[in-house]
């Protein structure tokens, strides 16, 4: 992670959490095209106390996407997504807004938006290359055989 820290109002700040501990979740739903205006102005005002609930339930950094034909792109960090998802279905104040932007989508049957997703699988991760990469490279030259420094006045 890149240390920054999200931060609900009124709260101060944490312990950094570790990457490791962490889910990176990408999905995708599909917004009406005639609501898509709607949609928009709706996300730029979400209401504070539905803020603070995904905050306050593992959803961080948390951001939503949207290309011109309506599909929405959704990335979110967290311990679990299935605790998230769980944790927010215990509140208030997501059953109105899932009720409210249930309208909003395209197929999603009986369900609510936020368990109607369809979660993309993730087929690469920088950090996670490079890590593996150091570490390889870490493992490799701790294999090398070590020369005394009599050895090295030799070559």
Do not use: K
Not at 83 to 103: K, L, P
Not at 133 to 150: G, I, K, L, N, V
């Amino acid at each position: 992670m890149s240390g920054r820290q999200l931060l609900p109002a009124g709260r101060a700040p944490s312990l950094p959490r570790e990457a490791d501990d962490m889910q990176r979740v990408c999905f995708q739903l599909q917004v009406r095209p005639d609501r898509m205006a709607e949609y928009r102005e709706r996300h730029t005002a979400v209401w504070p106390e539905m803020l603070q609930a995904l905050a306050s339930t593992g959803w961080h950094n948390y951001s939503l996407f949207l290309r011109e034909d309506g599909l929405l792109i959704g990335y979110v960090e967290t311990p679990s997504i299935d605790e998230a998802r769980a944790g927010m279905a215990r509140t208030e104040v997501n059953g109105r807004w899932q009720a409210e932007m249930a309208e909003f989508f395209v197929d999603l049957g009986d369900q609510q938006p936020d368990q109607g997703f369809l979660v993309l699988e993730e087929v690469f991760h920088l950090e996670d290359q490079l890590a593996g990469h150091e570490q390889s490279t870490t493992q490799a030259h701790d294999t090398e055989p070590h020369s005394t420094p009599e050895e090295e006045d030799v070559r």
